[in-house]
């Protein structure tokens, strides 16, 4: 009696990553390259809703073809392989799907079709870094990219903010007659509140929600590394980055940084947390400690540019993160390995990376106190930065403004409940649902605006997606070791960041950012390899 054999069937291989003597891994890391370096420099692709702010988007697509082509290619290579993928990293393709449903009850179909467009581009982003995130060595590369566009973004900021963004007349940033202009449009916007810093983005909050990602990126970079060239350019960006915070004059992002550090602190562990909060201290201080100059001498070259004074400005900023790079590179190669062994008993213990979080709020109250207590710690900063502190309570009108945007876009939902009234419907249709007249072309909450737009399936489709992020970017981060942590962090700091403000303003309608974060999303999935 002859006795059937099972078959063994072979375990499925691991999904290959997108290795790097692939010809499409670097031809994928050249569009992106290009993208995070040039994109900005078009006003954030801002989706304002006119001609020209769509050429430039328009322009932005045709990275979002290319990377499509490359992925294309690839994934081919991986199903012809027999490799077995996850439906799950697919999942932000609803976006798109719930934008295209959403058009047949579009208030405007241009401008949902463009939106539509857009969605896909964000889904590109999203795949092209789940694809990186795989390996060690994408993961590595996304973060590289993330770090230089923002020292490129801060730095042109502190070039407008001195009086010159031309590079020595080697660029014109304005073609008017054939006149040359040596500063960004608006990168330095005037309001009622004075000179406030925008850089690319001709948006002081928005650029206050990018810094806030830059800091803590900076921060928790130099406390993950013992090696000198991370932890001194990741220190030494956070002075200028800091100073550009404070120079954004955004009450919005003084009140989300403390809550994005407070999400950020407790993925690091109890020494590592010390660590990041040290170098924290460090490029603040030496911020804080020149601020002053900064302001004064930054003000006094937009009215009248003189190089000589222009030449000591930025002395005075790069001394300054000099100092706060080299005070950091001391701590974290003499200081960090002592602290590590005084709290190594410390750090075993279950619930030790709440502490310093729990202690951060009784800080955070202890700093409110000093703030908007009558203690006169706020005069010592600059009068600009001082009554933009001072003003901070719920009665301002930025914040009654904005429960308006809420209400009216809730009514304007109540209309369109289920797949929304297309792309851009908020500013075709707030008009018709305003409590009281006023203008705004956006409705200053990126999930209600996409509540708006794609109704309640596009709205669940978000939130699914994000949870499926977040729940398998933690129980991965959780079973992984230091090394492969510290290479995902940034990217979780960074989308965090941006979408916490983006609740209470449109950062997200900046193509660029809007890129920045579902690259940063695909990102983290890759790394927490759904099921």
């Not at 002859?2 to 003597?21: E, M, V, Y």
């Not at 040039?38 to 006119?50: D, I, T, V, W, Y």
């Not at 001194?232 to 960006?237: D, E, K, P, R, T």
């Amino acid at each position: 009696m002859a006795n059937k054999q099972k078959r063994k069937t072979k375990p499925s291989p691991a999904l290959p990553a997108l290795d790097r003597k692939s010809v499409i891994y670097w031809i994928i890391v050249g569009i992106l390259s290009f993208f995070f370096l040039l994109a900005p420099f078009n006003r954030g692709l801002f989706n304002g809703s006119q001609a020209t702010f769509a050429e430039d988007i328009a322009a932005a697509l045709m990275f979002g073809s290319g990377l499509l082509a490359c992925l294309g290619l690839h994934m081919y290579h991986v199903r012809a392989s027999g490799h077995k993928e996850s439906v799950l990293q697919h999942a932000v393709w609803l976006m798109p799907l719930c934008y295209l449903i959403s058009m047949i009850t579009a208030a405007s179909a241009y401008f949902s079709s463009f939106q539509t467009l857009i969605w896909v581009f964000y889904a590109v982003f999203f795949t092209a870094a789940y694809r990186l995130a795989l390996s060690a060595d994408g993961r590595k590369a996304m973060v590289l990219l993330f770090s230089a566009s923002a020292y490129v973004i801060v730095l042109f900021g502190m070039m407008n903010w001195f009086g010159d963004a031309s590079l020595w007349g080697w660029l014109n940033w304005e073609h008017l007659g054939g006149s040359k202009h040596t500063v960004y449009r608006d990168a330095v916007m005037v309001d009622a509140n004075g000179e406030r810093l925008t850089s690319v983005f001709q948006y002081a909050n928005t650029y206050a929600a990018y810094l806030i990602a830059v800091i803590l990126v900076c921060a928790t970079t130099a406390a993950w590394s013992f090696r000198t060239v991370p932890v001194v350019l990741s220190a030494f960006l956070i002075v200028p980055s800091v100073i550009s915070f404070l120079l954004t004059l955004s009450r919005g992002g003084f009140v989300a940084l403390p809550i994005a550090l407070l999400l950020t602190l407790p993925l690091l562990g109890l020494q590592r947390q010390i660590h990041a909060l040290a170098h924290l201290l460090i490029g603040t201080a030496a911020a804080v400690a020149v601020l002053s100059p900064v302001t004064a001498r930054g003000l006094a070259l937009q009215k009248t540019f003189v190089p000589s004074d222009a030449a000591a400005a930025w002395l005075i900023l790069i001394g300054a993160g000099a100092v706060g790079a080299a005070l950091s590179w001391i701590y974290q190669r003499y200081a960090a390995p002592r602290i590590d062994r005084w709290t190594a008993r410390f750090a075993g213990m279950r619930f030790s990376p709440l502490a310093l979080p729990a202690l951060g709020v009784v800080v955070g109250a202890a700093g409110i106190i000093l703030l908007f207590g009558n203690t006169g710690f706020v005069k010592l900063l600059p009068a600009n930065i001082a009554v933009r502190i001072e003003n901070i309570n719920l009665n301002q009108h930025s914040v009654l403004e904005r429960g308006t945007f809420y209400q009216d876009a809730l009514k304007l939902w109540s209309d369109y409940p289920v797949i929304g009234a297309g792309g851009e419907a908020w500013q075709v249709l707030y008009e018709k649902y305003q409590n009281n007249p006023y203008t705004s072309r956006q409705a200053h909450n990126f999930f209600l605006q996409t509540l708006v737009e794609t109704g309640a399936l596009g709205f669940l489709a978000l939130l699914l997606l994000l949870v499926l992020v977040y729940v398998c970017f933690l129980k991965t981060y959780r079973q992984s070791d230091d090394r492969d942590r510290a290479s995902i962090l940034p990217l979780y700091v960074a989308a965090t960041a941006i979408l916490l403000h983006s609740i209470i303003d449109f950062d997200m309608s900046y193509v660029y950012v809007g890129a920045v974060v579902f690259f940063s999303l695909g990102g983290m999935l890759g790394f927490g390899r759904p099921p």
